[in-house]
């Protein structure tokens, strides 16, 4: 498995990388070496629309007679993290598999990622965004919401690229979260690519904006960083799933 400074290195060095989604093989392994322990298992791909990895193993786990639930809930990286977690909770609180896969795939809209990249180098070489252009110091705001990854907003510098993503968690957090009260219902993190300590800045800017939150901040996936290069910021905010 390739460590995070490893891909940078390679990404820097125009290495012709590329997403693929794993091989049935070694899916079907992995359910099969889960299942010689456990009853059932509980598959969380990348949403459906940004990889047919999740078409693929809902294919597979056909064969499984119920004993493996692959849940849709269009979730990627850090809110995919999310999905998870949430799922390790209904299981510690008796859900079965299926009912895990539809309490998820119920809040499949409830979460939403804005980000910003360095580099436009990467994007114009995947075709993601592609309509975005390059004008000089453009900082384009990236929007992950369900299935697509789309071009948000377009902002000269860091300075406004950030301010356009705090700006538009708290208009969100009173529209499409507005039944939601604060941290009690919701999690919002923070995310990058590249160096961590670099990113350190991005989230005290976060903690300054939203005081109220216990915000974590993780590293994009590298299936995202390989699309969005390194030095990319994110902001993400989704629905907490209380467990009753």
Request: some cysteine.
């Amino acid at each position: 498995m390739m460590k995070q400074e490893e891909f940078y290195e390679k990404l820097a060095g125009d290495a012709d990388i590329k997403t693929s989604q794993p091989a049935p093989g070694d899916v079907m392994d992995m359910w099969d070496k889960a299942l010689e322990e456990y009853d059932e298992v509980v598959h969380i791909p990348m949403s459906a629309g940004l990889s047919s990895s999740c078409e693929t193993a809902i294919m597979l786990s056909q064969d499984y007679d119920g004993k493996v639930q692959v849940v849709n809930n269009h979730r990627i990286s850090v809110t995919q993290r999310r999905s998870v977690e949430e799922a390790k909770k209904l299981a510690d609180a008796g859900k079965s598999a299926a009912e895990i896969k539809e309490l998820l795939e119920a809040i499949q809209w409830d979460s939403d990622i804005y980000i910003t990249v360095d580099t436009l180098k990467s994007l114009k070489k995947g075709g993601t965004a592609a309509a975005i252009g390059t004008v000089l110091n453009l900082k384009p705001v990236l929007r992950v919401k369900g299935e697509k990854l789309d071009a948000f907003a377009k902002s000269r510098g860091w300075k406004s690229a950030k301010k356009t993503m705090i700006k538009t968690i708290n208009e969100i957090r009173t529209s499409e979260f507005g039944d939601c009260d604060g941290k009690k219902d919701l999690y919002l993190d923070a995310a990058y690519t590249g160096d961590r300590k670099e990113a350190q800045e991005w989230l005290d800017e976060l903690h300054e904006a939203f005081p109220e939150f216990e915000i974590r901040m993780d590293p994009l996936s590298l299936s995202v960083a390989c699309h969005i290069g390194p030095g990319a910021r994110a902001v993400t905010l989704t629905k907490i799933l209380h467990v009753n």
